[in-house]
């Protein structure tokens, strides 16, 4: 299969790249327009032979035509994925996350190439601390940001082409991720660079909020399973029952840095800020039999940690400006 990949220089795209080079036998055209948060290091060492990149905007109709016309299947990772971002300049979210989407659709629609779209469980609003229930894929959408009510409205048009186009498409939703290769003005890696540096982590509010964080290989794994055996139409949600307060884990990074687990600070909340995240994949474990292989999040966090103090050249260029941004809104 040749497969295109948009946003493939981002944090998931790129470790998704990697997967179908280790796992599989595709070719790959990754598609990215290389904003602030796409990476070319992060595609470094892919055999050229079977991995190619076009540095392009999912908003630009001719190229996409062009490149879907040449391919079996479309995952669509491209996307401004950062809340705080949202709340500080929505415009680019509306771009493209709505009309990169709804590029990518017309092109596969004109083509009839196999979409899968990825999504996020922000769609769904968030949860009480004590909520019994977890998102599944019949909860309904109340996406609280700019960002996730951006997102929602691509899953929305992705249904509507599927019902009215008869478009080939799947989704899928999943939860917070962690790894390599992630940017730093995201929760987990920028509390690790500013131990790293000397600094203190910033935890918003009080930081009781939950998040269900799982392994970006885990995630790379479900698409792949979802892209060979999904059934056309459907949605599945991917989680790994990772469940943690913000404050476990920047208490955890902080032991894991040698570091009192209290050496923090308490920033100004973020506005809207979801409470709780859970997912339930049980559709996606019980029909097409995927299973998460990084079950522990305290040694996946410690491999990830480490990851981030051998590889200081990779973010090291991000991380003055990512601070600038943040110091102002005052976080
Ligand atoms: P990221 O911000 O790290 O990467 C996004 C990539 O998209 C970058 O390489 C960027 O250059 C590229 N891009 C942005 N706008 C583009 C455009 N107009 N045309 C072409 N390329 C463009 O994002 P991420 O965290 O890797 O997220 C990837 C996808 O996964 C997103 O759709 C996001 O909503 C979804 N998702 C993320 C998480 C998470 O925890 N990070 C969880 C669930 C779902
Ligand atoms: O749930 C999936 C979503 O997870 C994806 O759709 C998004 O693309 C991805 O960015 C992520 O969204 P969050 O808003 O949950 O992730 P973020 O890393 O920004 O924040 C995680 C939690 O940590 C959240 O409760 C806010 C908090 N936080 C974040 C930062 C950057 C802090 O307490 N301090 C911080 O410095």
């Given at each position: 299969?040749k497969?295109?990949?948009?946003?493939?220089?981002?944090?998931?795209?790129?470790?998704?790249?990697?997967?179908?080079?280790?796992?599989?036998?595709?070719?790959?055209?990754?598609?990215?327009?290389?904003?602030?948060?796409?990476?070319?290091?992060?595609?470094?060492?892919?055999?050229?032979?079977?991995?190619?990149?076009?540095?392009?905007?999912?908003?630009?109709?001719?190229?996409?035509?062009?490149?879907?016309?040449?391919?079996?299947?479309?995952?669509?990772y491209?996307?401004?994925?950062?809340?705080?971002?949202?709340?500080?300049?929505?415009?680019?979210?509306?771009?493209?996350n709505?009309?990169?989407?709804?590029?990518?659709?017309?092109?596969?629609?004109?083509?009839?190439?196999r979409?899968?779209?990825?999504?996020?469980?922000?769609?769904?609003?968030?949860?009480?601390?004590?909520?019994?229930?977890?998102?599944?894929?019949?909860?309904?959408?109340n996406?609280?940001?700019?960002y996730?009510?951006?997102?929602?409205?691509?899953?929305?048009?992705?249904?509507?082409?599927?019902?009215?186009?008869?478009?080939q498409?799947?989704?899928s939703?999943?939860?917070?991720?962690?790894?390599?290769?992630?940017?730093?003005?995201?929760?987990?890696?920028?509390?690790?660079?500013?131990?790293?540096?000397?600094?203190?982590?910033?935890?918003?509010?009080?930081?009781?909020?939950?998040?269900?964080?799982?392994?970006?290989n885990?995630?790379s794994?479900?698409?792949?399973?979802?892209?060979?055996?999904?059934?056309?139409?459907?949605t599945?949600?991917?989680?790994?029952?990772?469940?943690?307060n913000?404050?476990?884990?920047?208490?955890?990074?902080?032991?894991h840095?040698?570091q009192?687990?209290?050496?923090?600070?308490?920033?100004?909340?973020?506005?809207g800020?979801d409470?709780?995240?859970?997912i339930?994949?049980?559709?996606l474990?019980?029909?097409?039999?995927?299973?998460?292989q990084?079950?522990?999040?305290?040694?996946?966090?410690?491999?990830?940690?480490?990851?981030?103090?051998?590889?200081?050249?990779?973010?090291?260029?991000?991380?003055?400006?990512?601070e600038?941004?943040?110091?102002?809104?005052?976080?």
């Open positions: 299969m497969v295109i990949v948009t946003g493939g220089a981002g944090f998931i795209g790129s470790n998704y790249v990697h997967y179908l080079m280790e796992k599989t036998d595709h070719s790959v055209v990754v598609l990215d327009k290389l904003t602030y948060a796409g990476n070319m290091a992060s595609l470094e060492g892919l055999p050229a032979e079977r991995c190619s990149f076009v540095k392009g905007d999912i908003c630009d109709a001719g190229l996409v035509d062009e490149l879907v016309a040449g391919a079996d299947a479309v995952v669509h491209a996307a401004e994925s950062h809340n705080d971002n949202s709340l500080d300049d929505p415009r680019p979210f509306l771009d493209t709505v009309i990169g989407t709804f590029t990518l659709l017309e092109a596969v629609r004109r083509h009839g190439v979409y899968h779209h990825i999504s996020t469980d922000e769609v769904y609003g968030d949860l009480e601390l004590d909520d019994p229930e977890r998102f599944t894929e019949s909860t309904p959408y996406p609280s940001s700019p996730s009510s951006t997102k929602a409205a691509s899953d929305l048009l992705v249904r509507a082409w599927v019902r009215s186009f008869g478009v498409a799947t989704i939703n999943c939860s917070n991720n962690y790894g390599p290769y992630q940017h730093v003005e995201k929760f987990i890696p920028r509390q690790i660079t500013n131990v790293l540096r000397g600094e203190r982590p910033k935890l918003y509010g009080a930081g009781e909020n939950v998040r269900d964080w799982i392994h970006a885990d995630h794994s479900a698409v792949m399973t979802i892209l060979e055996k999904g059934a056309i139409g459907e599945y949600l991917i989680g790994a029952d990772g469940e943690k913000n404050k476990q884990v920047v208490e955890l990074i902080l032991t840095l040698g009192p687990s209290d050496a923090y600070d308490h920033v100004k909340d973020r506005p800020h409470l709780r995240y859970a339930d994949s049980s559709k474990r019980s029909e097409l039999g995927w299973t998460p990084y079950a522990d999040f305290d040694s996946g966090l410690a491999a990830t940690i480490d990851w981030y103090r051998d590889n200081e050249s990779w973010w090291a260029p991000q991380k003055d400006a990512t600038a941004r943040y110091a102002a809104q005052g976080q």
